[in-house]
């Protein structure tokens, strides 16, 4: 029971850990768009594997992933995207845009990303980045 599977775009540190890299992944075809993103963020959260390296904190888990009209996506992480994060503000930044440009990359009526801890509009995951609007796609963190 295989089930169809769709091509997409996740990002992990690169390998001199300042930048995110787009490594192609299969996952779990999701039937429409809220269950196509809820698909693409949790193999985003997956533990990478070696010698990948993944930005999020270990234990962080998807709750709920909500679209709106404007194209906007509200991904609800568990408590740990925070409370296990190393902190760091390039740390942050590849933890965030690893969310916002695996869901703006492969689903185009994405258009920005916000983030929510435990159901809540938080600042920051630690301290750096404002998250407290809808993110757009950064491709300037992504390596070649």
């Known amino acids: 029971m295989g089930g169809r599977k769709i091509r997409v775009r996740l990002y992990y540190v690169s390998t001199d850990g300042t930048k995110l890299t787009a490594v192609d992944h299969e996952v779990a075809y999701g039937d429409g768009m809220s269950a196509q993103a809820q698909e693409i963020v949790n193999a985003q959260l997956q533990p990478a594997v070696a010698p990948l390296v993944s930005a999020i904190p270990a234990g962080t888990r998807l709750r709920a992933v909500y ?8 991904v609800d992480l568990s408590k740990e995207a925070s409370s296990a994060h190393t902190g760091g503000s390039q740390d942050e930044l590849l933890t965030v845009y690893s969310i916002v440009n695996a869901l703006t990359s492969n689903l185009p009526a994405v258009t920005a990303v916000q983030l929510l801890i435990d159901g809540k509009e938080v600042e920051t995951l630690a301290g750096h980045i ?15």
């Open 67 to 74: 679209l709106n009209e404007k194209g906007e996506a509200y």
């Open 130 to 144: 404002d998250l407290r609007q809808p993110l757009a796609k950064n491709v300037d963190i992504v390596s070649e």
